[in-house]
Structure formats: structure tokens, C-alpha cells
């Protein structure tokens, strides 16, 4: 035993310091050894006793004669009756008294009589109480009290002393009244071997409960430590457990829960958790559950049924423990139990842990697909510098000349695959898959690709603006738009057989394919031009494939016809399409309430979409006629001619002067679909990109509020699934893989005439069929497989990326033969990210062909119940670079169509197919003004698939063509913009389209940035994945913003060769000013950017990169341009900024350009699928409008920037006040001084504006990225 303290020293025994009068030194001497000045601030009869005590203690040190035991039994009798009959007070001054207590404590070490010991455990019992006592425990753990209470433990389990089971109780009792202040309370129990005398205790008192509870309370805190929540386990400590429970029944319930609040912590415990369940405890517990779920109507022991719970969860941790619970029908008694608690909202608690258990053990499924490829694979050609990752990819068709380098391995990093499973285009906040160090690699960055002048020069034809004198602007021809093709822009590859499919016109120029083609086309509906009325067949209207002559659609048309003509025989007015649409509701009812008719009028015209506009690009009286009489194939109800031309024209008063805005042309839009290769077989050109559908305009659509619990409705409805798997439709709706598979070898390679009937389809339901009816085979969609699951519900299984396993997130589908007014649910189950702004208030997007019809042609956001969690459906570890036991996500939401027989297209977010950009190049050619802007379009290169990739050069023309204008011209600096490297982020095209409607405009801001700087811009660095729906990768399944170090010529073109120009520019000395790279974000809210700082790059010391001089990072002019869009833009937030560095970033555009070109100022603008959360956007979804209006702030920004230096100068332009007059001869006055405006000090001289280099004081580096580390919050878990 630990040595007694020694109170020897004082110069008169204890006893006299109970004295009122004591002197100085005497007090000092007191107050040095008991910490009270004397013992009577106590009450004298309690001073007395203690001081007695004392005075015991003190003859003898070493050994307590028989005389003294006595003494200090009735002693300590007496002290523990006037504790006992004191009030608070009392006790409280009691244990401030540090002499007591060290008294008491000594006594305890001393002697091992039992009364003796019995008595003092009693006092500090009764001092410490039972309420509101942890000040009181605090003060005895650090006067060692536990520390002497094991030691007498020790000693009673070892034999060394026999105290009576009464003692131990009392000294268990103050234990669980002390234990909890003493942090290494359960390391000292096993220290002093109390842990089995403790169990054995608790096993000798099982059926005597006023005793059991502070065992079960002090086992409890032994448990609370998994070191000797094992040792206990080993020593039967679990069937112990079981057999309180079985006693307790319903009327023990303190006791009842202490036990399992015991056996809680000892199941944390792996092998305690295997013992349990090998003793059959699962169905007990189960059945415990139940009992008290049934008895518990007034929620009166949540803590009971809460201790449960949590040994389910801990045991269903191991296998063995999910199929016992599955073996006792715990699903089903979980999920019964928690239904019926599910209005309470005091149960979330307890349902949300019943839902966490049921999700573990519901079986994990595979896809219900053959294979996690792609469907169609994409053969690559040979490339000496690169081995693609997808070779690596099991089950994938290597060719023979490639296999011996994937045994022999290569240097392919597999950066897509490691990369992509929680990260977006430019972010890797949110990775949670860190890369494992490696020894051999560098501490730097990799030496820059290095490229030859002579291999430079090939990129002298893409700067016509540098080499080219432009014709004067009086003799510019607008038809004859100049295009350079370069000497390396290469056919499709040789090396391989592969025929892309060349797509064709569709039916918006059906008749003039017709005509040309001089074969017969067979109709059942005539169209009369003098009466404009449509002569429908009795029974069908049919369409014919004008290349194979066969049947194209058929309807049946008698219903309509019974519908068309009024009770008496006349015909219904043509001119009502609606009226031949079946449906319960009226075309006023259908009417969106926030919305007139008028503001729908200048939607349409703004779209170029109306329903007048839609037929009459078909048809016009002049084409009504054919040979033999006969009409169109396609015809629909006539309008009158001053209302047609009206809208048909389209003059340019509906659009403003000042933008190079257009009408779309769906006519165009057909024919450029003609030049288009994919790999995938379409079947249709899609609706909405047909006519060129868009957001909706001026007006916003909120951000939805999630209602509470939906989340866990969804999670129980797959439980339900689970449960009741005999009730499942499990009927295959659309199967991509059947199509791929019937078509065989023909499917590539075919090729066909693409139309779109969806104005024939709508008001068609299938009687036949109750399903909906999925169509993805079109440009940019993406639908791997449709299940019915029930009725109204659908799994849907989306594509991953060509010649790849994974990268499953943009879906955009056709969806038809819907009932009107029911809601139906779809399921997207193969979702990779561990989190979606589809839980924060985000909508997928829906177009509807009727509402088109109507007068409405927009995108809409629409879906109820709309989140995202994790589902049952375990992913292949190929999919997950080796990492076994992920899950995939589901993102579901459910649509009630307003109308019946509709066709709507569903989609992730905006699409802005690889056509639409073509066509939309072809009309910017013919309307910017040729006397003030140069603009030049030309070709690139060309992609794997054949397909061409179109870069261009916007400026002011010079002023005149004398050397002096041309050098003027030539000077200007080079901004650099590109986009849609990721193919499933089509805001970035969305935010490219508005910044170059803003570069062609007339508006004077538009004509001061072109005379101030050279755009070249790459608006679409990836069209073979877009084109085939894919979400990241090219067709290559390599994701194309992690190959800029060392880009291969072969596999990476458009990279490739757009780092050429980037390189070009930096060979002649024209740096660009600034490069940004336009991404889609689907993690966070709002438009923000990445920058490079080398303050915060992974690299210490980092000095290889523009900012730096020597040593020294003297630059920050990297940072003025968010914070200039900031203030600018609605939707941009700088808090959303960061300019970190990291190292799997080395190989992106940003850091590339940056550290290898030598650009400051090289950005990746990102943009939220989902809306804005601050701002004048605030809790509003993202539309076209919104990113549209983000590309014309940023170039207008750009005027500002000007205004701007930093230490690095990077040609920076000079502004010409005198010429700052356009061709057209608007004054300076005209400009908006907003636009202009000084951030820092301006001195203007005539002649040129003089920028001095006064820069604004800059926010420390700690202080930008104070949101760097911001994480998504979530329900239950968290998630470039």
C-alpha cells in the first residue's frame, strides 16, 4: 500500500488547533498541512472527531494497535451519524476541508478492518449524495479516492483482506458516484484487477436489483474502454448480460437498461459481437424489441429500445451478424416497427438508427447489367508515347500489339479512375481516397513538355490577326466568311476500321428531300392549300423513310379523327392543335399561373420556339403541293398567313440590336446534325435541341425546400422492395445493351435518316402497354437501362463514359406514354458521388413537346421528393481502383405530367449538344458586323471520332489599314478562353455561348474590350464526348483535364494541339494575359474560380512558376480578377475562391498554363448545376439566362482588369481615349462609365490613359481561403 502521509512537524498535537485563539505560527503550521486555517471552520462536533482521527493516526504510523482500532471505530461512527444528520451545508463545507479528506483517505490506506472502512466509504457516500454531486466527485478523484478504492479491491480479489459483500456493494456504490470525473477510471480498474471481481459481483447479485445497479453502473464504465470491453467478454461476460435481461422483465427497467447499455459497449467489440451472435442472441434481441415496442405506447423508455438498436448496429457490423438478423426476419420487424413510429417525430432518433440497420443488411446487389463497360466500345489507334487506361480495364479488347505493354505495365496513371469517384472538374476538397506516398516520386513538379520552334510553326495559320493583312472593311463579304485548315487536321484514323455514323437531315426539310430525291412518298394526310384544311385517313397517318422507303410511324388516328370534327359534322378549327390531344384538363388550365400568355409569347420568340414557328418551318403554301395532288407527310393544322409571316419572320425588333442574338433555325440545326460522327447509333435528333430550347427567361425558379423525412421515405420504400420482392413488376423497359447486341456488327456503322415526330407522338398512348415508353438514342443522351419496378416506379441505369466503367452522372432521356396527374418515381441507381446538390434544394430539368407546342418551348425544373443517398447496389472494385465494399448512390425524384400522351425530355442540366455549337458558329458568321469586328472560325483539328474542333479569333478590325492601325491591332494582348473538357458540363457552354454573343455584339462595352484585347477561344475541347453523352471523358475513357503536362498527339488532339497554340503565343512573346478554363460544378452553389498562388501550392518554397522573382513571391494580380467578378456578377461568390496549388493538379489546364506557360492569371471558372446561395440570386436555381448573362460579365470585367497592375505586367493593354470611338462612330459619352471605372489611380492624358501602379492592399493568404476547408453538411454522411 502506498505510504501514509506523515502529520508529524507540528509543534502541538492535532487537537489543539481545535483552540479558538491558536497563534500566528500555529495557524500558518495548520494552514501548510490541512489547507484551512483550523479545523474549526467545520462544526465544532465534526472538528473534534476528525482532529481525533488524527491524533490516532499520528502515535503510530506503522502499526494500529487494537486500543486505537476501537477508538477509531467508534470515531469514525460518530463522524459518519453527523454527516449523515447534516444538511448540504455541512457536507458541502466537509469536503472543502482538504484535511478531512486526506484524513479519511489515510484511514482507508491504513486499515483494513471492515466497519472501519465501512463507515468512511458511508461518509463520503452521504457527502458526495446523489444529486448535482460532480463538483463534490470531482474533489475526491483528485484527492486519489479511486486510486485507494482499487487498491482495497485488489486486495479483498486477491485475498489479502476479507471484506463482506455489504462492503464491497458500499465501495461499488461511491465508485459510480465518483468514477465518471476520473478520466483513467477504467484504466485503473484493470490496472488493480478489479474487473472480474466486479463481474463476479454482478453475477452473484443477478436477481438482487436494489444491489445489481451500481455494479451494472460501475461495469458500464469498465465497458466504456475496448480493452476491457474484451478482457470481459472473454469471461462470459455477454450470457451473463442475457440472463439479467431474461430477469429483469418489463419491471427492473433501470437495471434492464444498464444491461444493455453494458452489452452496447462490450458488442463494439468485434469477437464480443461473433459471441453473441454465436449464442443465438440476435432473434432474443429482436424479440426484446418488439415486446417493448408493443408495451411502449407512450414513449416513455426510448433509452430501452435505444440500447437495442445499438446492438443490432454494433452486431451487424460482421457478416455473420447481418445473416442472422436476415435468418430472424429482423428486416421485417425493423421495418414494421419503425412505420409504425414514423408519425412521432420524438422517434427520428430511433428511426433513423432501425433505417441504418436495415440498410446493412439489405442483400447487395449487382447492377442488373452484363457488364460495367460502356455498351459500345470505341477501338483506338496505336500510340507510341501512351497507353490508355481503358486497356487496363478487365474484359476489355486489347490489341495484340498492345498486350505486351500492359503486362509489362506502363506509365498510365489511371488519374481518371483514381480521381473521379467524389470529385468535380476542378476541386478535390471533397476526395476522400488520398493518394499513397510514393518513394520514388519527385518533390517537384515534372519537367514541361518541350516542343521544337519548328514544331511551333505548324500554328502560324490559326493567327491570321499576326501574319494575315485583313482586307479593308468596306470590301469584307458577310457570306464569305474566311476559314484556314491547318496541315495536320487528319481524317479519321486508318490504323483501324470504324465508320461513324454520319447523321442527315431530319424531317424539318422533309420536303425538300422529297423533291430532290424524285422517289414517291406514299401519305395519309393531304393538305389543301386554299382552304388550309388537313385531310386525315379514315385510320392512320403514316410517315416514310425517304432512303428505305419503309414505314417510319403509323398512328392511329380514328380517335382523333372522332375528336377533330364537332357533334354535327363540321370540322373543328385547324388551327387548334390542342383539340386533337386528349387529355382531363384545358389548354387555360395547363397555363402556369406565374406566367401570362404575353411573357410566354416573348419566351417563344426569345427561344425561336413557337408552335406556329415549329410548323412553318416545315411548310409554307408554296411546298403544300406535290405530283399527283398528294400533300407532306407530316403536315400540321393550318394558321393564317399574316399571322404566320408575322412570326415566321422573326424581324430583329424582337431581339436586342445590341447582341449577336439569333432565332434558332431548326432547319440549320438539321443539316449541320448531317456533319456530325458519333459512336453511338442515333435514332432521332431530340426536341429541345432541334428547336433550340433554352431556360426559362425573366423569370427565376426557387430552389426547393426538401421536406423533412423524405430522404428516409425513399430509403424505407427499397426496404419495402426488399421485403416484399414478390410484389416487383422487374419488367425491362429499355435495354441499351439489347439494342447494341440485336444490331451486331451494323450498329456503328449504319447510317440512317435522323427525324423527329415528336409533334405526330403527342396525344398517342399505347393501349397496349402501361409503361412508359424511354428513348436515349440521341445527341448527348445518356440511358443504359429502364426497369419497372412497379407501376409508376422506374430504376433507371445510365452509361458510363465510352471505354470506360465508370463516370456515371449526366442522364438526358425521352420519356412517353405517361398518364396525366400521376406521379411516377425514377431511380437513378448507379450514381458514383458520395453527395448531390440534389439534397440541397437542386431539380432535374424537364421539357415537354406539348407545352413546346403551347407556346412554351423551355427547359423547366420540376420533381418532388428529390434526394440522394446510398443504395444496395455494391459496386465492382474494378469501377473503384481496387477499393472493395463501395456502394453506388441513388438520385430519385418523382414527376407528375401535366398532360396525357406527352413527350418529355428529363435531364441533368441544360444540354448544349456539339451541333448546337456548330450551327450557332454558322449564324454568329453571318450577322456580327464585318466594319468593326475580326472575327475568324477555323478548324483545329479533328477528334478521334472525325469530328472537328473549331477555334476562334475575336478583335476590333484596325482602324484603318495604314502600319501604324496594324501594329495597333497586333499589339493588343491575347486573352485565352476554353470549355467543355468534361462533356457532362454543359454550363460551361452555356457561359462560352454568352461570351461570345457579347464578343460579336454591337455594344460599345463589347467594341472596347475587342479594341483592347485578341480572344482566341477553343469553345468546345471535347466534342466526341459530348456527342455521345458522356459525363468526362473522350473516347479515349481518359479524362481530358488531366493530360495537359504531356498530352499525346494520337489519343489527346484537341489538348494537344491547344496547348500548341498556348506554347505558340509564349514562343513569340505574347503570353496570353489571361486563360480560363469554363468547368461545371455539381458540389457547390454559386460561379467561382480556382487560381494558382504559389503561397499555397503543395510544393514548399514553390518558386517554378510566373509569380516569382528569384525567391521572392512577388505577384498577386492573379487575385484582381475574382474580385472584380465579384463585384460585377450576381451569381459569383468570392468566398467560394481558392487559389490552392495541389499535386493532383499538376496535369490540369490551370496549373499547366500557369507553371509551364508562364500565365499569372490562369483560372478554371466553375459553375453550380444547382443555384445560387447568396446574392441577388439567392436560393433561385441556375439558368441559361443566369450563365449567359455570367459570359457577358466577364468580358466586360475584363475592361476593368485593364485598369489594373501588378508587379507582373503581363501585357497589360493601353487605352486610346481618342480612338476609343467604334467604326459606327459612337462617342466615348456613349459608354457607360460603370463599365470604365477606375479601381485603382488613373491619370489621363490625352493621347492614351496612363496606368500608375498604385495595386490595392491585398487580404492575407490565411484569409482568402477562409471557406477553403468548407464541407457539405448532410443527413448521414458527407460527400473535379
Request: negative net charge.
Given at each position: ?116 472502512v465501512s463507515n468512511v466509504i458511508s461518509i463520503f457516500i452521504e457527502v458526495v449524495g446523489k444529486i448535482q454531486s460532480a463538483k463534490r466527485a470531482s474533489v475526491l478523484v483528485n484527492h486519489g479516492l479511486t486510486t485507494v478504492l482499487f487498491q482495497i479491491m485488489k486486495l479483498a480479489h486477491t485475498g489479502d483482506i476479507c471484506l463482506p459483500d455489504e462492503v464491497l456493494v458500499a465501495i461499488h456504490i461511491l465508485l459510480s458516484r465518483v468514477g465518471h470525473k476520473d478520466r483513467k477510471f477504467a484504466v485503473k480498474a484493470r490496472l488493480h484487477q478489479s474487473l472480474m471481481l466486479t463481474l463476479n459481483m454482478v453475477k452473484s447479485n443477478s436477481h438482487n436489483f436494489r444491489t445489481l445497479q451500481p455494479l451494472l453502473s460501475v461495469l458500464k464504465m469498465y465497458t466504456n474502454n475496448s480493452v476491457n470491453a474484451s478482457y470481459l467478454g472473454k469471461h462470459n461476460s455477454i450470457n451473463i448480460m442475457f440472463k439479467i435481461i431474461s430477469a429483469c422483465g418489463r419491471r427492473h427497467t433501470a437495471d434492464l437498461r444498464l444491461t444493455l447499455e453494458n452489452l452496447n459497449n462490450m458488442t463494439k467489440s468485434k469477437s464480443n459481437s461473433a459471441r453473441l451472435v454465436g449464442m443465438g442472441g440476435v432473434p432474443q434481441l429482436l424479440a426484446l424489441h418488439a415486446d417493448w415496442q408493443a408495451m411502449d405506447v407512450k414513449n416513455r423508455f426510448l433509452l430501452i429500445r435505444k440500447s437495442v438498436l445499438n446492438i443490432l448496429k454494433n452486431i451487424t457490423n460482421l457478416k455473420s451478424g447481418r445473416k442472422a438478423l436476415l435468418e430472424a426476419d429482423g428486416i421485417r420487424i425493423l421495418y414494421e416497427s419503425s412505420l409504425e413510429a414514423s408519425d412521432c417525430r420524438d422517434m427520428e432518433s430511433m428511426i433513423l438508427l432501425a433505417s441504418v440497420i436495415m440498410r446493412k443488411c439489405c442483400p447487395r446487389n449487382k447492377l442488373p447489367i452484363t457488364s460495367t463497360l460502356n455498351p459500345v466500345l470505341f477501338p483506338l489507334p496505336q500510340s507510341p508515347t501512351h497507353t490508355p487506361e481503358c486497356y487496363f480495364l478487365p474484359n476489355f479488347p486489347v490489341p495484340v500489339n498492345e498486350s505486351q505493354s500492359r503486362v509489362n505495365g506502363t506509365d498510365s496513371d489511371h488519374s481518371s ?864
Amino acid at each position: 500500500m502506498r505510504a501514509v502521509p506523515i502529520l508529524g512537524g507540528l509543534s502541538r498535537p492535532l487537537c489543539y488547533y481545535s483552540n479558538l485563539c491558536p497563534t500566528q505560527q500555529e495557524a500558518d503550521q495548520f494552514q501548510k498541512y490541512f489547507g484551512c486555517s483550523s479545523i474549526t471552520c467545520l462544526p465544532n462536533r465534526l472538528g473534534y472527531w476528525i482532529n481525533h482521527i488524527s491524533k490516532l493516526l499520528n502515535r503510530n504510523l506503522k502499526k494500529v494497535s487494537v486500543e486505537d482500532l476501537q477508538q477509531l471505530k467508534h470515531s469514525t461512527s460518530k463522524l459518519f451519524q453527523l454527516v449523515q444528520q447534516g444538511d448540504k451545508t455541512v457536507k458541502e463545507g466537509f469536503i472543502k476541508q482538504q484535511a478531512a479528506v486526506d484524513t479519511l483517505i489515510a484511514v482507508l490506506q491504513i486499515v483494513t478492518c471492515d466497519q472501519i472502512v465501512s463507515n468512511v466509504i458511508s461518509i463520503f457516500i452521504e457527502v458526495v449524495g446523489k444529486i448535482q454531486s460532480a463538483k463534490r466527485a470531482s474533489v475526491l478523484v483528485n484527492h486519489g479516492l479511486t486510486t485507494v478504492l482499487f487498491q482495497i479491491m485488489k486486495l479483498a480479489h486477491t485475498g489479502d483482506i476479507c471484506l463482506p459483500d455489504e462492503v464491497l456493494v458500499a465501495i461499488h456504490i461511491l465508485l459510480s458516484r465518483v468514477g465518471h470525473k476520473d478520466r483513467k477510471f477504467a484504466v485503473k480498474a484493470r490496472l488493480h484487477q478489479s474487473l472480474m471481481l466486479t463481474l463476479n459481483m454482478v453475477k452473484s447479485n443477478s436477481h438482487n436489483f436494489r444491489t445489481l445497479q451500481p455494479l451494472l453502473s460501475v461495469l458500464k464504465m469498465y465497458t466504456n474502454n475496448s480493452v476491457n470491453a474484451s478482457y470481459l467478454g472473454k469471461h462470459n461476460s455477454i450470457n451473463i448480460m442475457f440472463k439479467i435481461i431474461s430477469a429483469c422483465g418489463r419491471r427492473h427497467t433501470a437495471d434492464l437498461r444498464l444491461t444493455l447499455e453494458n452489452l452496447n459497449n462490450m458488442t463494439k467489440s468485434k469477437s464480443n459481437s461473433a459471441r453473441l451472435v454465436g449464442m443465438g442472441g440476435v432473434p432474443q434481441l429482436l424479440a426484446l424489441h418488439a415486446d417493448w415496442q408493443a408495451m411502449d405506447v407512450k414513449n416513455r423508455f426510448l433509452l430501452i429500445r435505444k440500447s437495442v438498436l445499438n446492438i443490432l448496429k454494433n452486431i451487424t457490423n460482421l457478416k455473420s451478424g447481418r445473416k442472422a438478423l436476415l435468418e430472424a426476419d429482423g428486416i421485417r420487424i425493423l421495418y414494421e416497427s419503425s412505420l409504425e413510429a414514423s408519425d412521432c417525430r420524438d422517434m427520428e432518433s430511433m428511426i433513423l438508427l432501425a433505417s441504418v440497420i436495415m440498410r446493412k443488411c439489405c442483400p447487395r446487389n449487382k447492377l442488373p447489367i452484363t457488364s460495367t463497360l460502356n455498351p459500345v466500345l470505341f477501338p483506338l489507334p496505336q500510340s507510341p508515347t501512351h497507353t490508355p487506361e481503358c486497356y487496363f480495364l478487365p474484359n476489355f479488347p486489347v490489341p495484340v500489339n498492345e498486350s505486351q505493354s500492359r503486362v509489362n505495365g506502363t506509365d498510365s496513371d489511371h488519374s481518371s479512375l483514381d480521381d473521379d469517384d467524389d470529385i468535380d472538374s476542378d476541386d478535390e476538397r471533397f476526395r476522400t481516397d488520398q493518394d499513397e506516398p510514393y518513394d520514388d516520386q519527385p518533390e517537384g513538379p515534372e519537367p514541361a513538355e518541350k516542343r521544337t520552334p519548328e514544331d511551333l510553326h505548324m500554328y502560324d495559320t490559326f493567327f491570321p490577326e499576326l501574319y494575315e493583312e485583313p482586307e479593308p472593311p468596306g470590301y469584307l463579304e458577310r457570306p464569305n466568311i474566311r476559314r484556314s485548315v491547318s496541315g495536320f487536321l487528319s481524317s479519321r484514323p486508318s490504323e483501324f476500321q470504324f465508320h461513324g455514323m454520319k447523321h442527315v437531315s431530319s424531317d424539318a426539310t422533309l420536303y425538300d428531300l422529297h423533291k430532290r430525291s424524285g422517289k414517291d412518298f406514299s401519305t395519309s394526310v393531304d393538305l389543301d392549300p386554299r382552304s388550309g384544311q388537313c385531310k386525315v385517313d379514315e385510320k392512320s397517318v403514316s410517315a416514310i423513310n425517304l432512303k428505305t422507303g419503309s414505314s417510319v410511324i403509323s398512328l392511329d388516328l380514328i380517335g382523333f379523327r372522332q375528336q377533330h370534327h364537332q357533334p354535327g359534322g363540321a370540322p373543328a378549327p385547324s388551327s387548334t392543335r390542342r383539340s386533337l390531344i386528349p387529355s382531363s384538363r384545358t389548354s387555360k388550365q395547363r397555363r402556369r399561373p406565374s406566367q401570362s400568355s404575353q411573357q410566354l409569347s416573348r419566351d417563344s420568340r426569345r427561344n425561336g420556339n413557337s408552335i406556329r414557328r415549329l410548323s412553318s418551318t416545315r411548310f409554307d403554301d408554296s411546298s403544300a403541293s406535290m405530283e399527283g395532288g398528294k400533300g407532306s407527310a407530316v403536315t400540321f393544322p393550318s394558321i393564317d398567313s399574316e399571322e404566320s409571316d408575322q412570326v415566321v419572320s422573326f424581324s430583329s425588333d424582337d431581339l436586342d440590336e445590341d447582341f449577336c442574338e439569333f432565332s434558332h433555325d431548326a432547319q440549320l440545326y438539321s443539316q449541320t446534325a448531317a456533319d456530325t460522327y458519333s459512336v453511338h447509333r442515333f435514332q432521332k435528333l431530340a426536341f429541345p435541341d432541334l428547336y433550340g430550347a433554352r431556360g426559362p427567361v425573366k423569370f427565376s425558379e426557387s430552389l426547393v425546400s426538401r421536406k423533412f423525412g423524405v430522404q428516409r421515405a425513399k430509403i424505407f420504400e427499397d426496404i419495402d422492395r426488399m421485403i416484399h420482392s414478390e410484389q416487383l413488376v422487374d419488367k425491362v423497359v429499355y435495354d441499351l445493351d439489347a439494342i447494341v447486341a440485336d444490331a451486331g456488327d451494323k450498329y456503328t456503322g449504319a447510317k440512317s435518316n435522323l427525324l423527329n415526330r415528336d409533334e405526330l407522338r403527342v396525344g398517342y398512348i399505347d393501349s397496349q402497354s402501361d409503361t412508359l415508353k424511354f428513348n436515349a438514342q440521341f445527341e448527348c443522351g445518356n440511358l443504359r437501362k429502364a426497369i419497372q419496378v412497379r407501376r409508376f416506379e422506374y430504376d433507371l441505369i445510365l452509361s458510363p463514359d465510352i471505354n470506360s466503367n465508370h463516370h456515371h452522372q449526366w442522364f438526358y432521356f425521352e420519356v412517353s406514354n405517361m398518364l396525366a396527374d400521376q406521379p411516377y418515381r425514377f431511380n437513378i441507381v448507379n450514381c458514383e458521388k458520395l453527395n448531390s446538390q440534389f439534397n440541397y434544394g437542386m431539380q432535374p430539368l424537364m421539357m415537354s413537346v406539348l407545352d413546346a407546342i403551347e407556346g412554351n418551348p423551355c427547359w423547366l425544373r420540376v420533381g418532388t421528393d428529390v434526394c440522394y443517398y446510398k443504395n444496395h447496389f455494391i459496386r465492382n472494385a474494378n469501377t473503384t481502383g481496387g477499393v472493395k465494399g463501395k456502394s453506388y448512390y441513388t438520385a430519385t425524384f418523382t414527376i407528375t405530367f401535366r398532360n396525357a400522351g406527352d413527350v418529355c425530355y428529363i435531364s441533368y442540366h441544360y444540354p448544349y449538344t456539339y451541333t448546337a455549337l456548330q450551327t450557332h458558329l454558322k449564324q454568329w458568321e453571318k450577322m456580327y458586323d464585318q466594319s468593326q469586328i475580326y472575327y475568324r472560325n477555323q478548324n483545329l483539328c479533328t477528334t478521334l471520332g472525325g469530328n472537328e474542333v473549331p477555334v476562334l479569333t475575336i478583335t476590333a478590325q484596325p482602324r484603318s489599314m495604314d502600319k501604324e492601325s496594324l501594329e495597333e491591332m497586333r499589339s493588343r494582348p491575347y486573352i485565352f478562353l476554353s470549355a467543355r473538357v468534361h462533356p457532362g458540363e454543359s454550363n460551361a457552354s452555356w457561359i462560352m455561348k454568352g461570351t461570345i454573343d457579347f464578343l460579336l455584339s454591337r455594344k460599345p462595352q463589347a467594341q472596347l474590350v475587342r479594341e483592347m484585347y485578341i480572344f482566341k477561344i477553343v469553345p468546345m475541347l471535347n466534342p466526341d464526348g459530348v456527342l455521345n453523352g458522356n459525363h468526362r471523358s473522350s473516347l479515349v475513357g481518359e479524362d481530358l483535364n488531366r493530360r495537359w503536362g504531356k498530352p499525346c498527339p494520337v489519343l489527346h488532339p484537341t489538348i494537344y494541339h491547344t496547348k500548341g497554340l498556348l506554347l505558340y503565343l509564349n514562343m513569340i512573346n505574347k503570353t496570353p494575359m489571361v486563360y480560363c478554363d469554363y468547368h461545371g460544378h455539381s458540389r457547390r452553389k454559386n460561379i467561382f474560380m480556382y487560381g494558382c498562388s504559389p503561397s499555397q501550392s503543395w510544393i514548399p518554397n514553390d518558386t517554378q512558376n510566373p509569380c516569382c522573382t528569384g525567391n521572392k513571391f512577388n505577384d498577386a494580380s492573379f487575385k484582381i480578377l475574382p474580385r472584380l467578378l465579384n463585384t460585377t456578377c450576381p451569381s459569383f461568390s468570392l468566398k467560394n475562391c481558392n487559389n490552392m496549388v495541389e499535386k493532383v493538379k499538376e496535369n490540369t489546364a490551370r496549373v499547366v498554363v500557369w507553371r509551364q506557360l508562364n500565365v499569372v492569371r490562369s483560372y478554371t471558372m466553375e459553375s453550380s448545376y444547382c443555384g445560387c446561395d447568396e446574392g441577388k440570386y439567392k436560393d433561385a436555381h441556375i439558368n441559361t439566362e443566369m450563365l449567359e448573362e455570367m459570359g457577358h460579365t466577364f468580358c466586360e470585367t475584363l475592361i476593368k482588369l485593364a485598369r489594373q497592375k501588378g508587379s507582373y505586367d503581363q501585357q497589360m493593354p493601353l487605352l486610346d481615349i481618342d480612338n476609343m470611338a467604334t467604326a459606327s462612330g459612337e462617342a466615348v459619352s456613349e459608354i457607360e462609365l460603370d463599365d470604365v471605372e477606375d479601381i485603382s489611380s488613373l491619370s489621363l492624358q490625352k493621347g492614351h490613359c496612363e496606368l500608375t501602379t498604385e495595386y490595392p492592399a491585398t487580404e492575407s493568404d490565411d484569409e482568402e481561403r477562409d471557406e477553403e476547408e468548407e464541407e457539405f453538411d448532410d443527413d448521414e454522411e458527407l460527400d473535379e
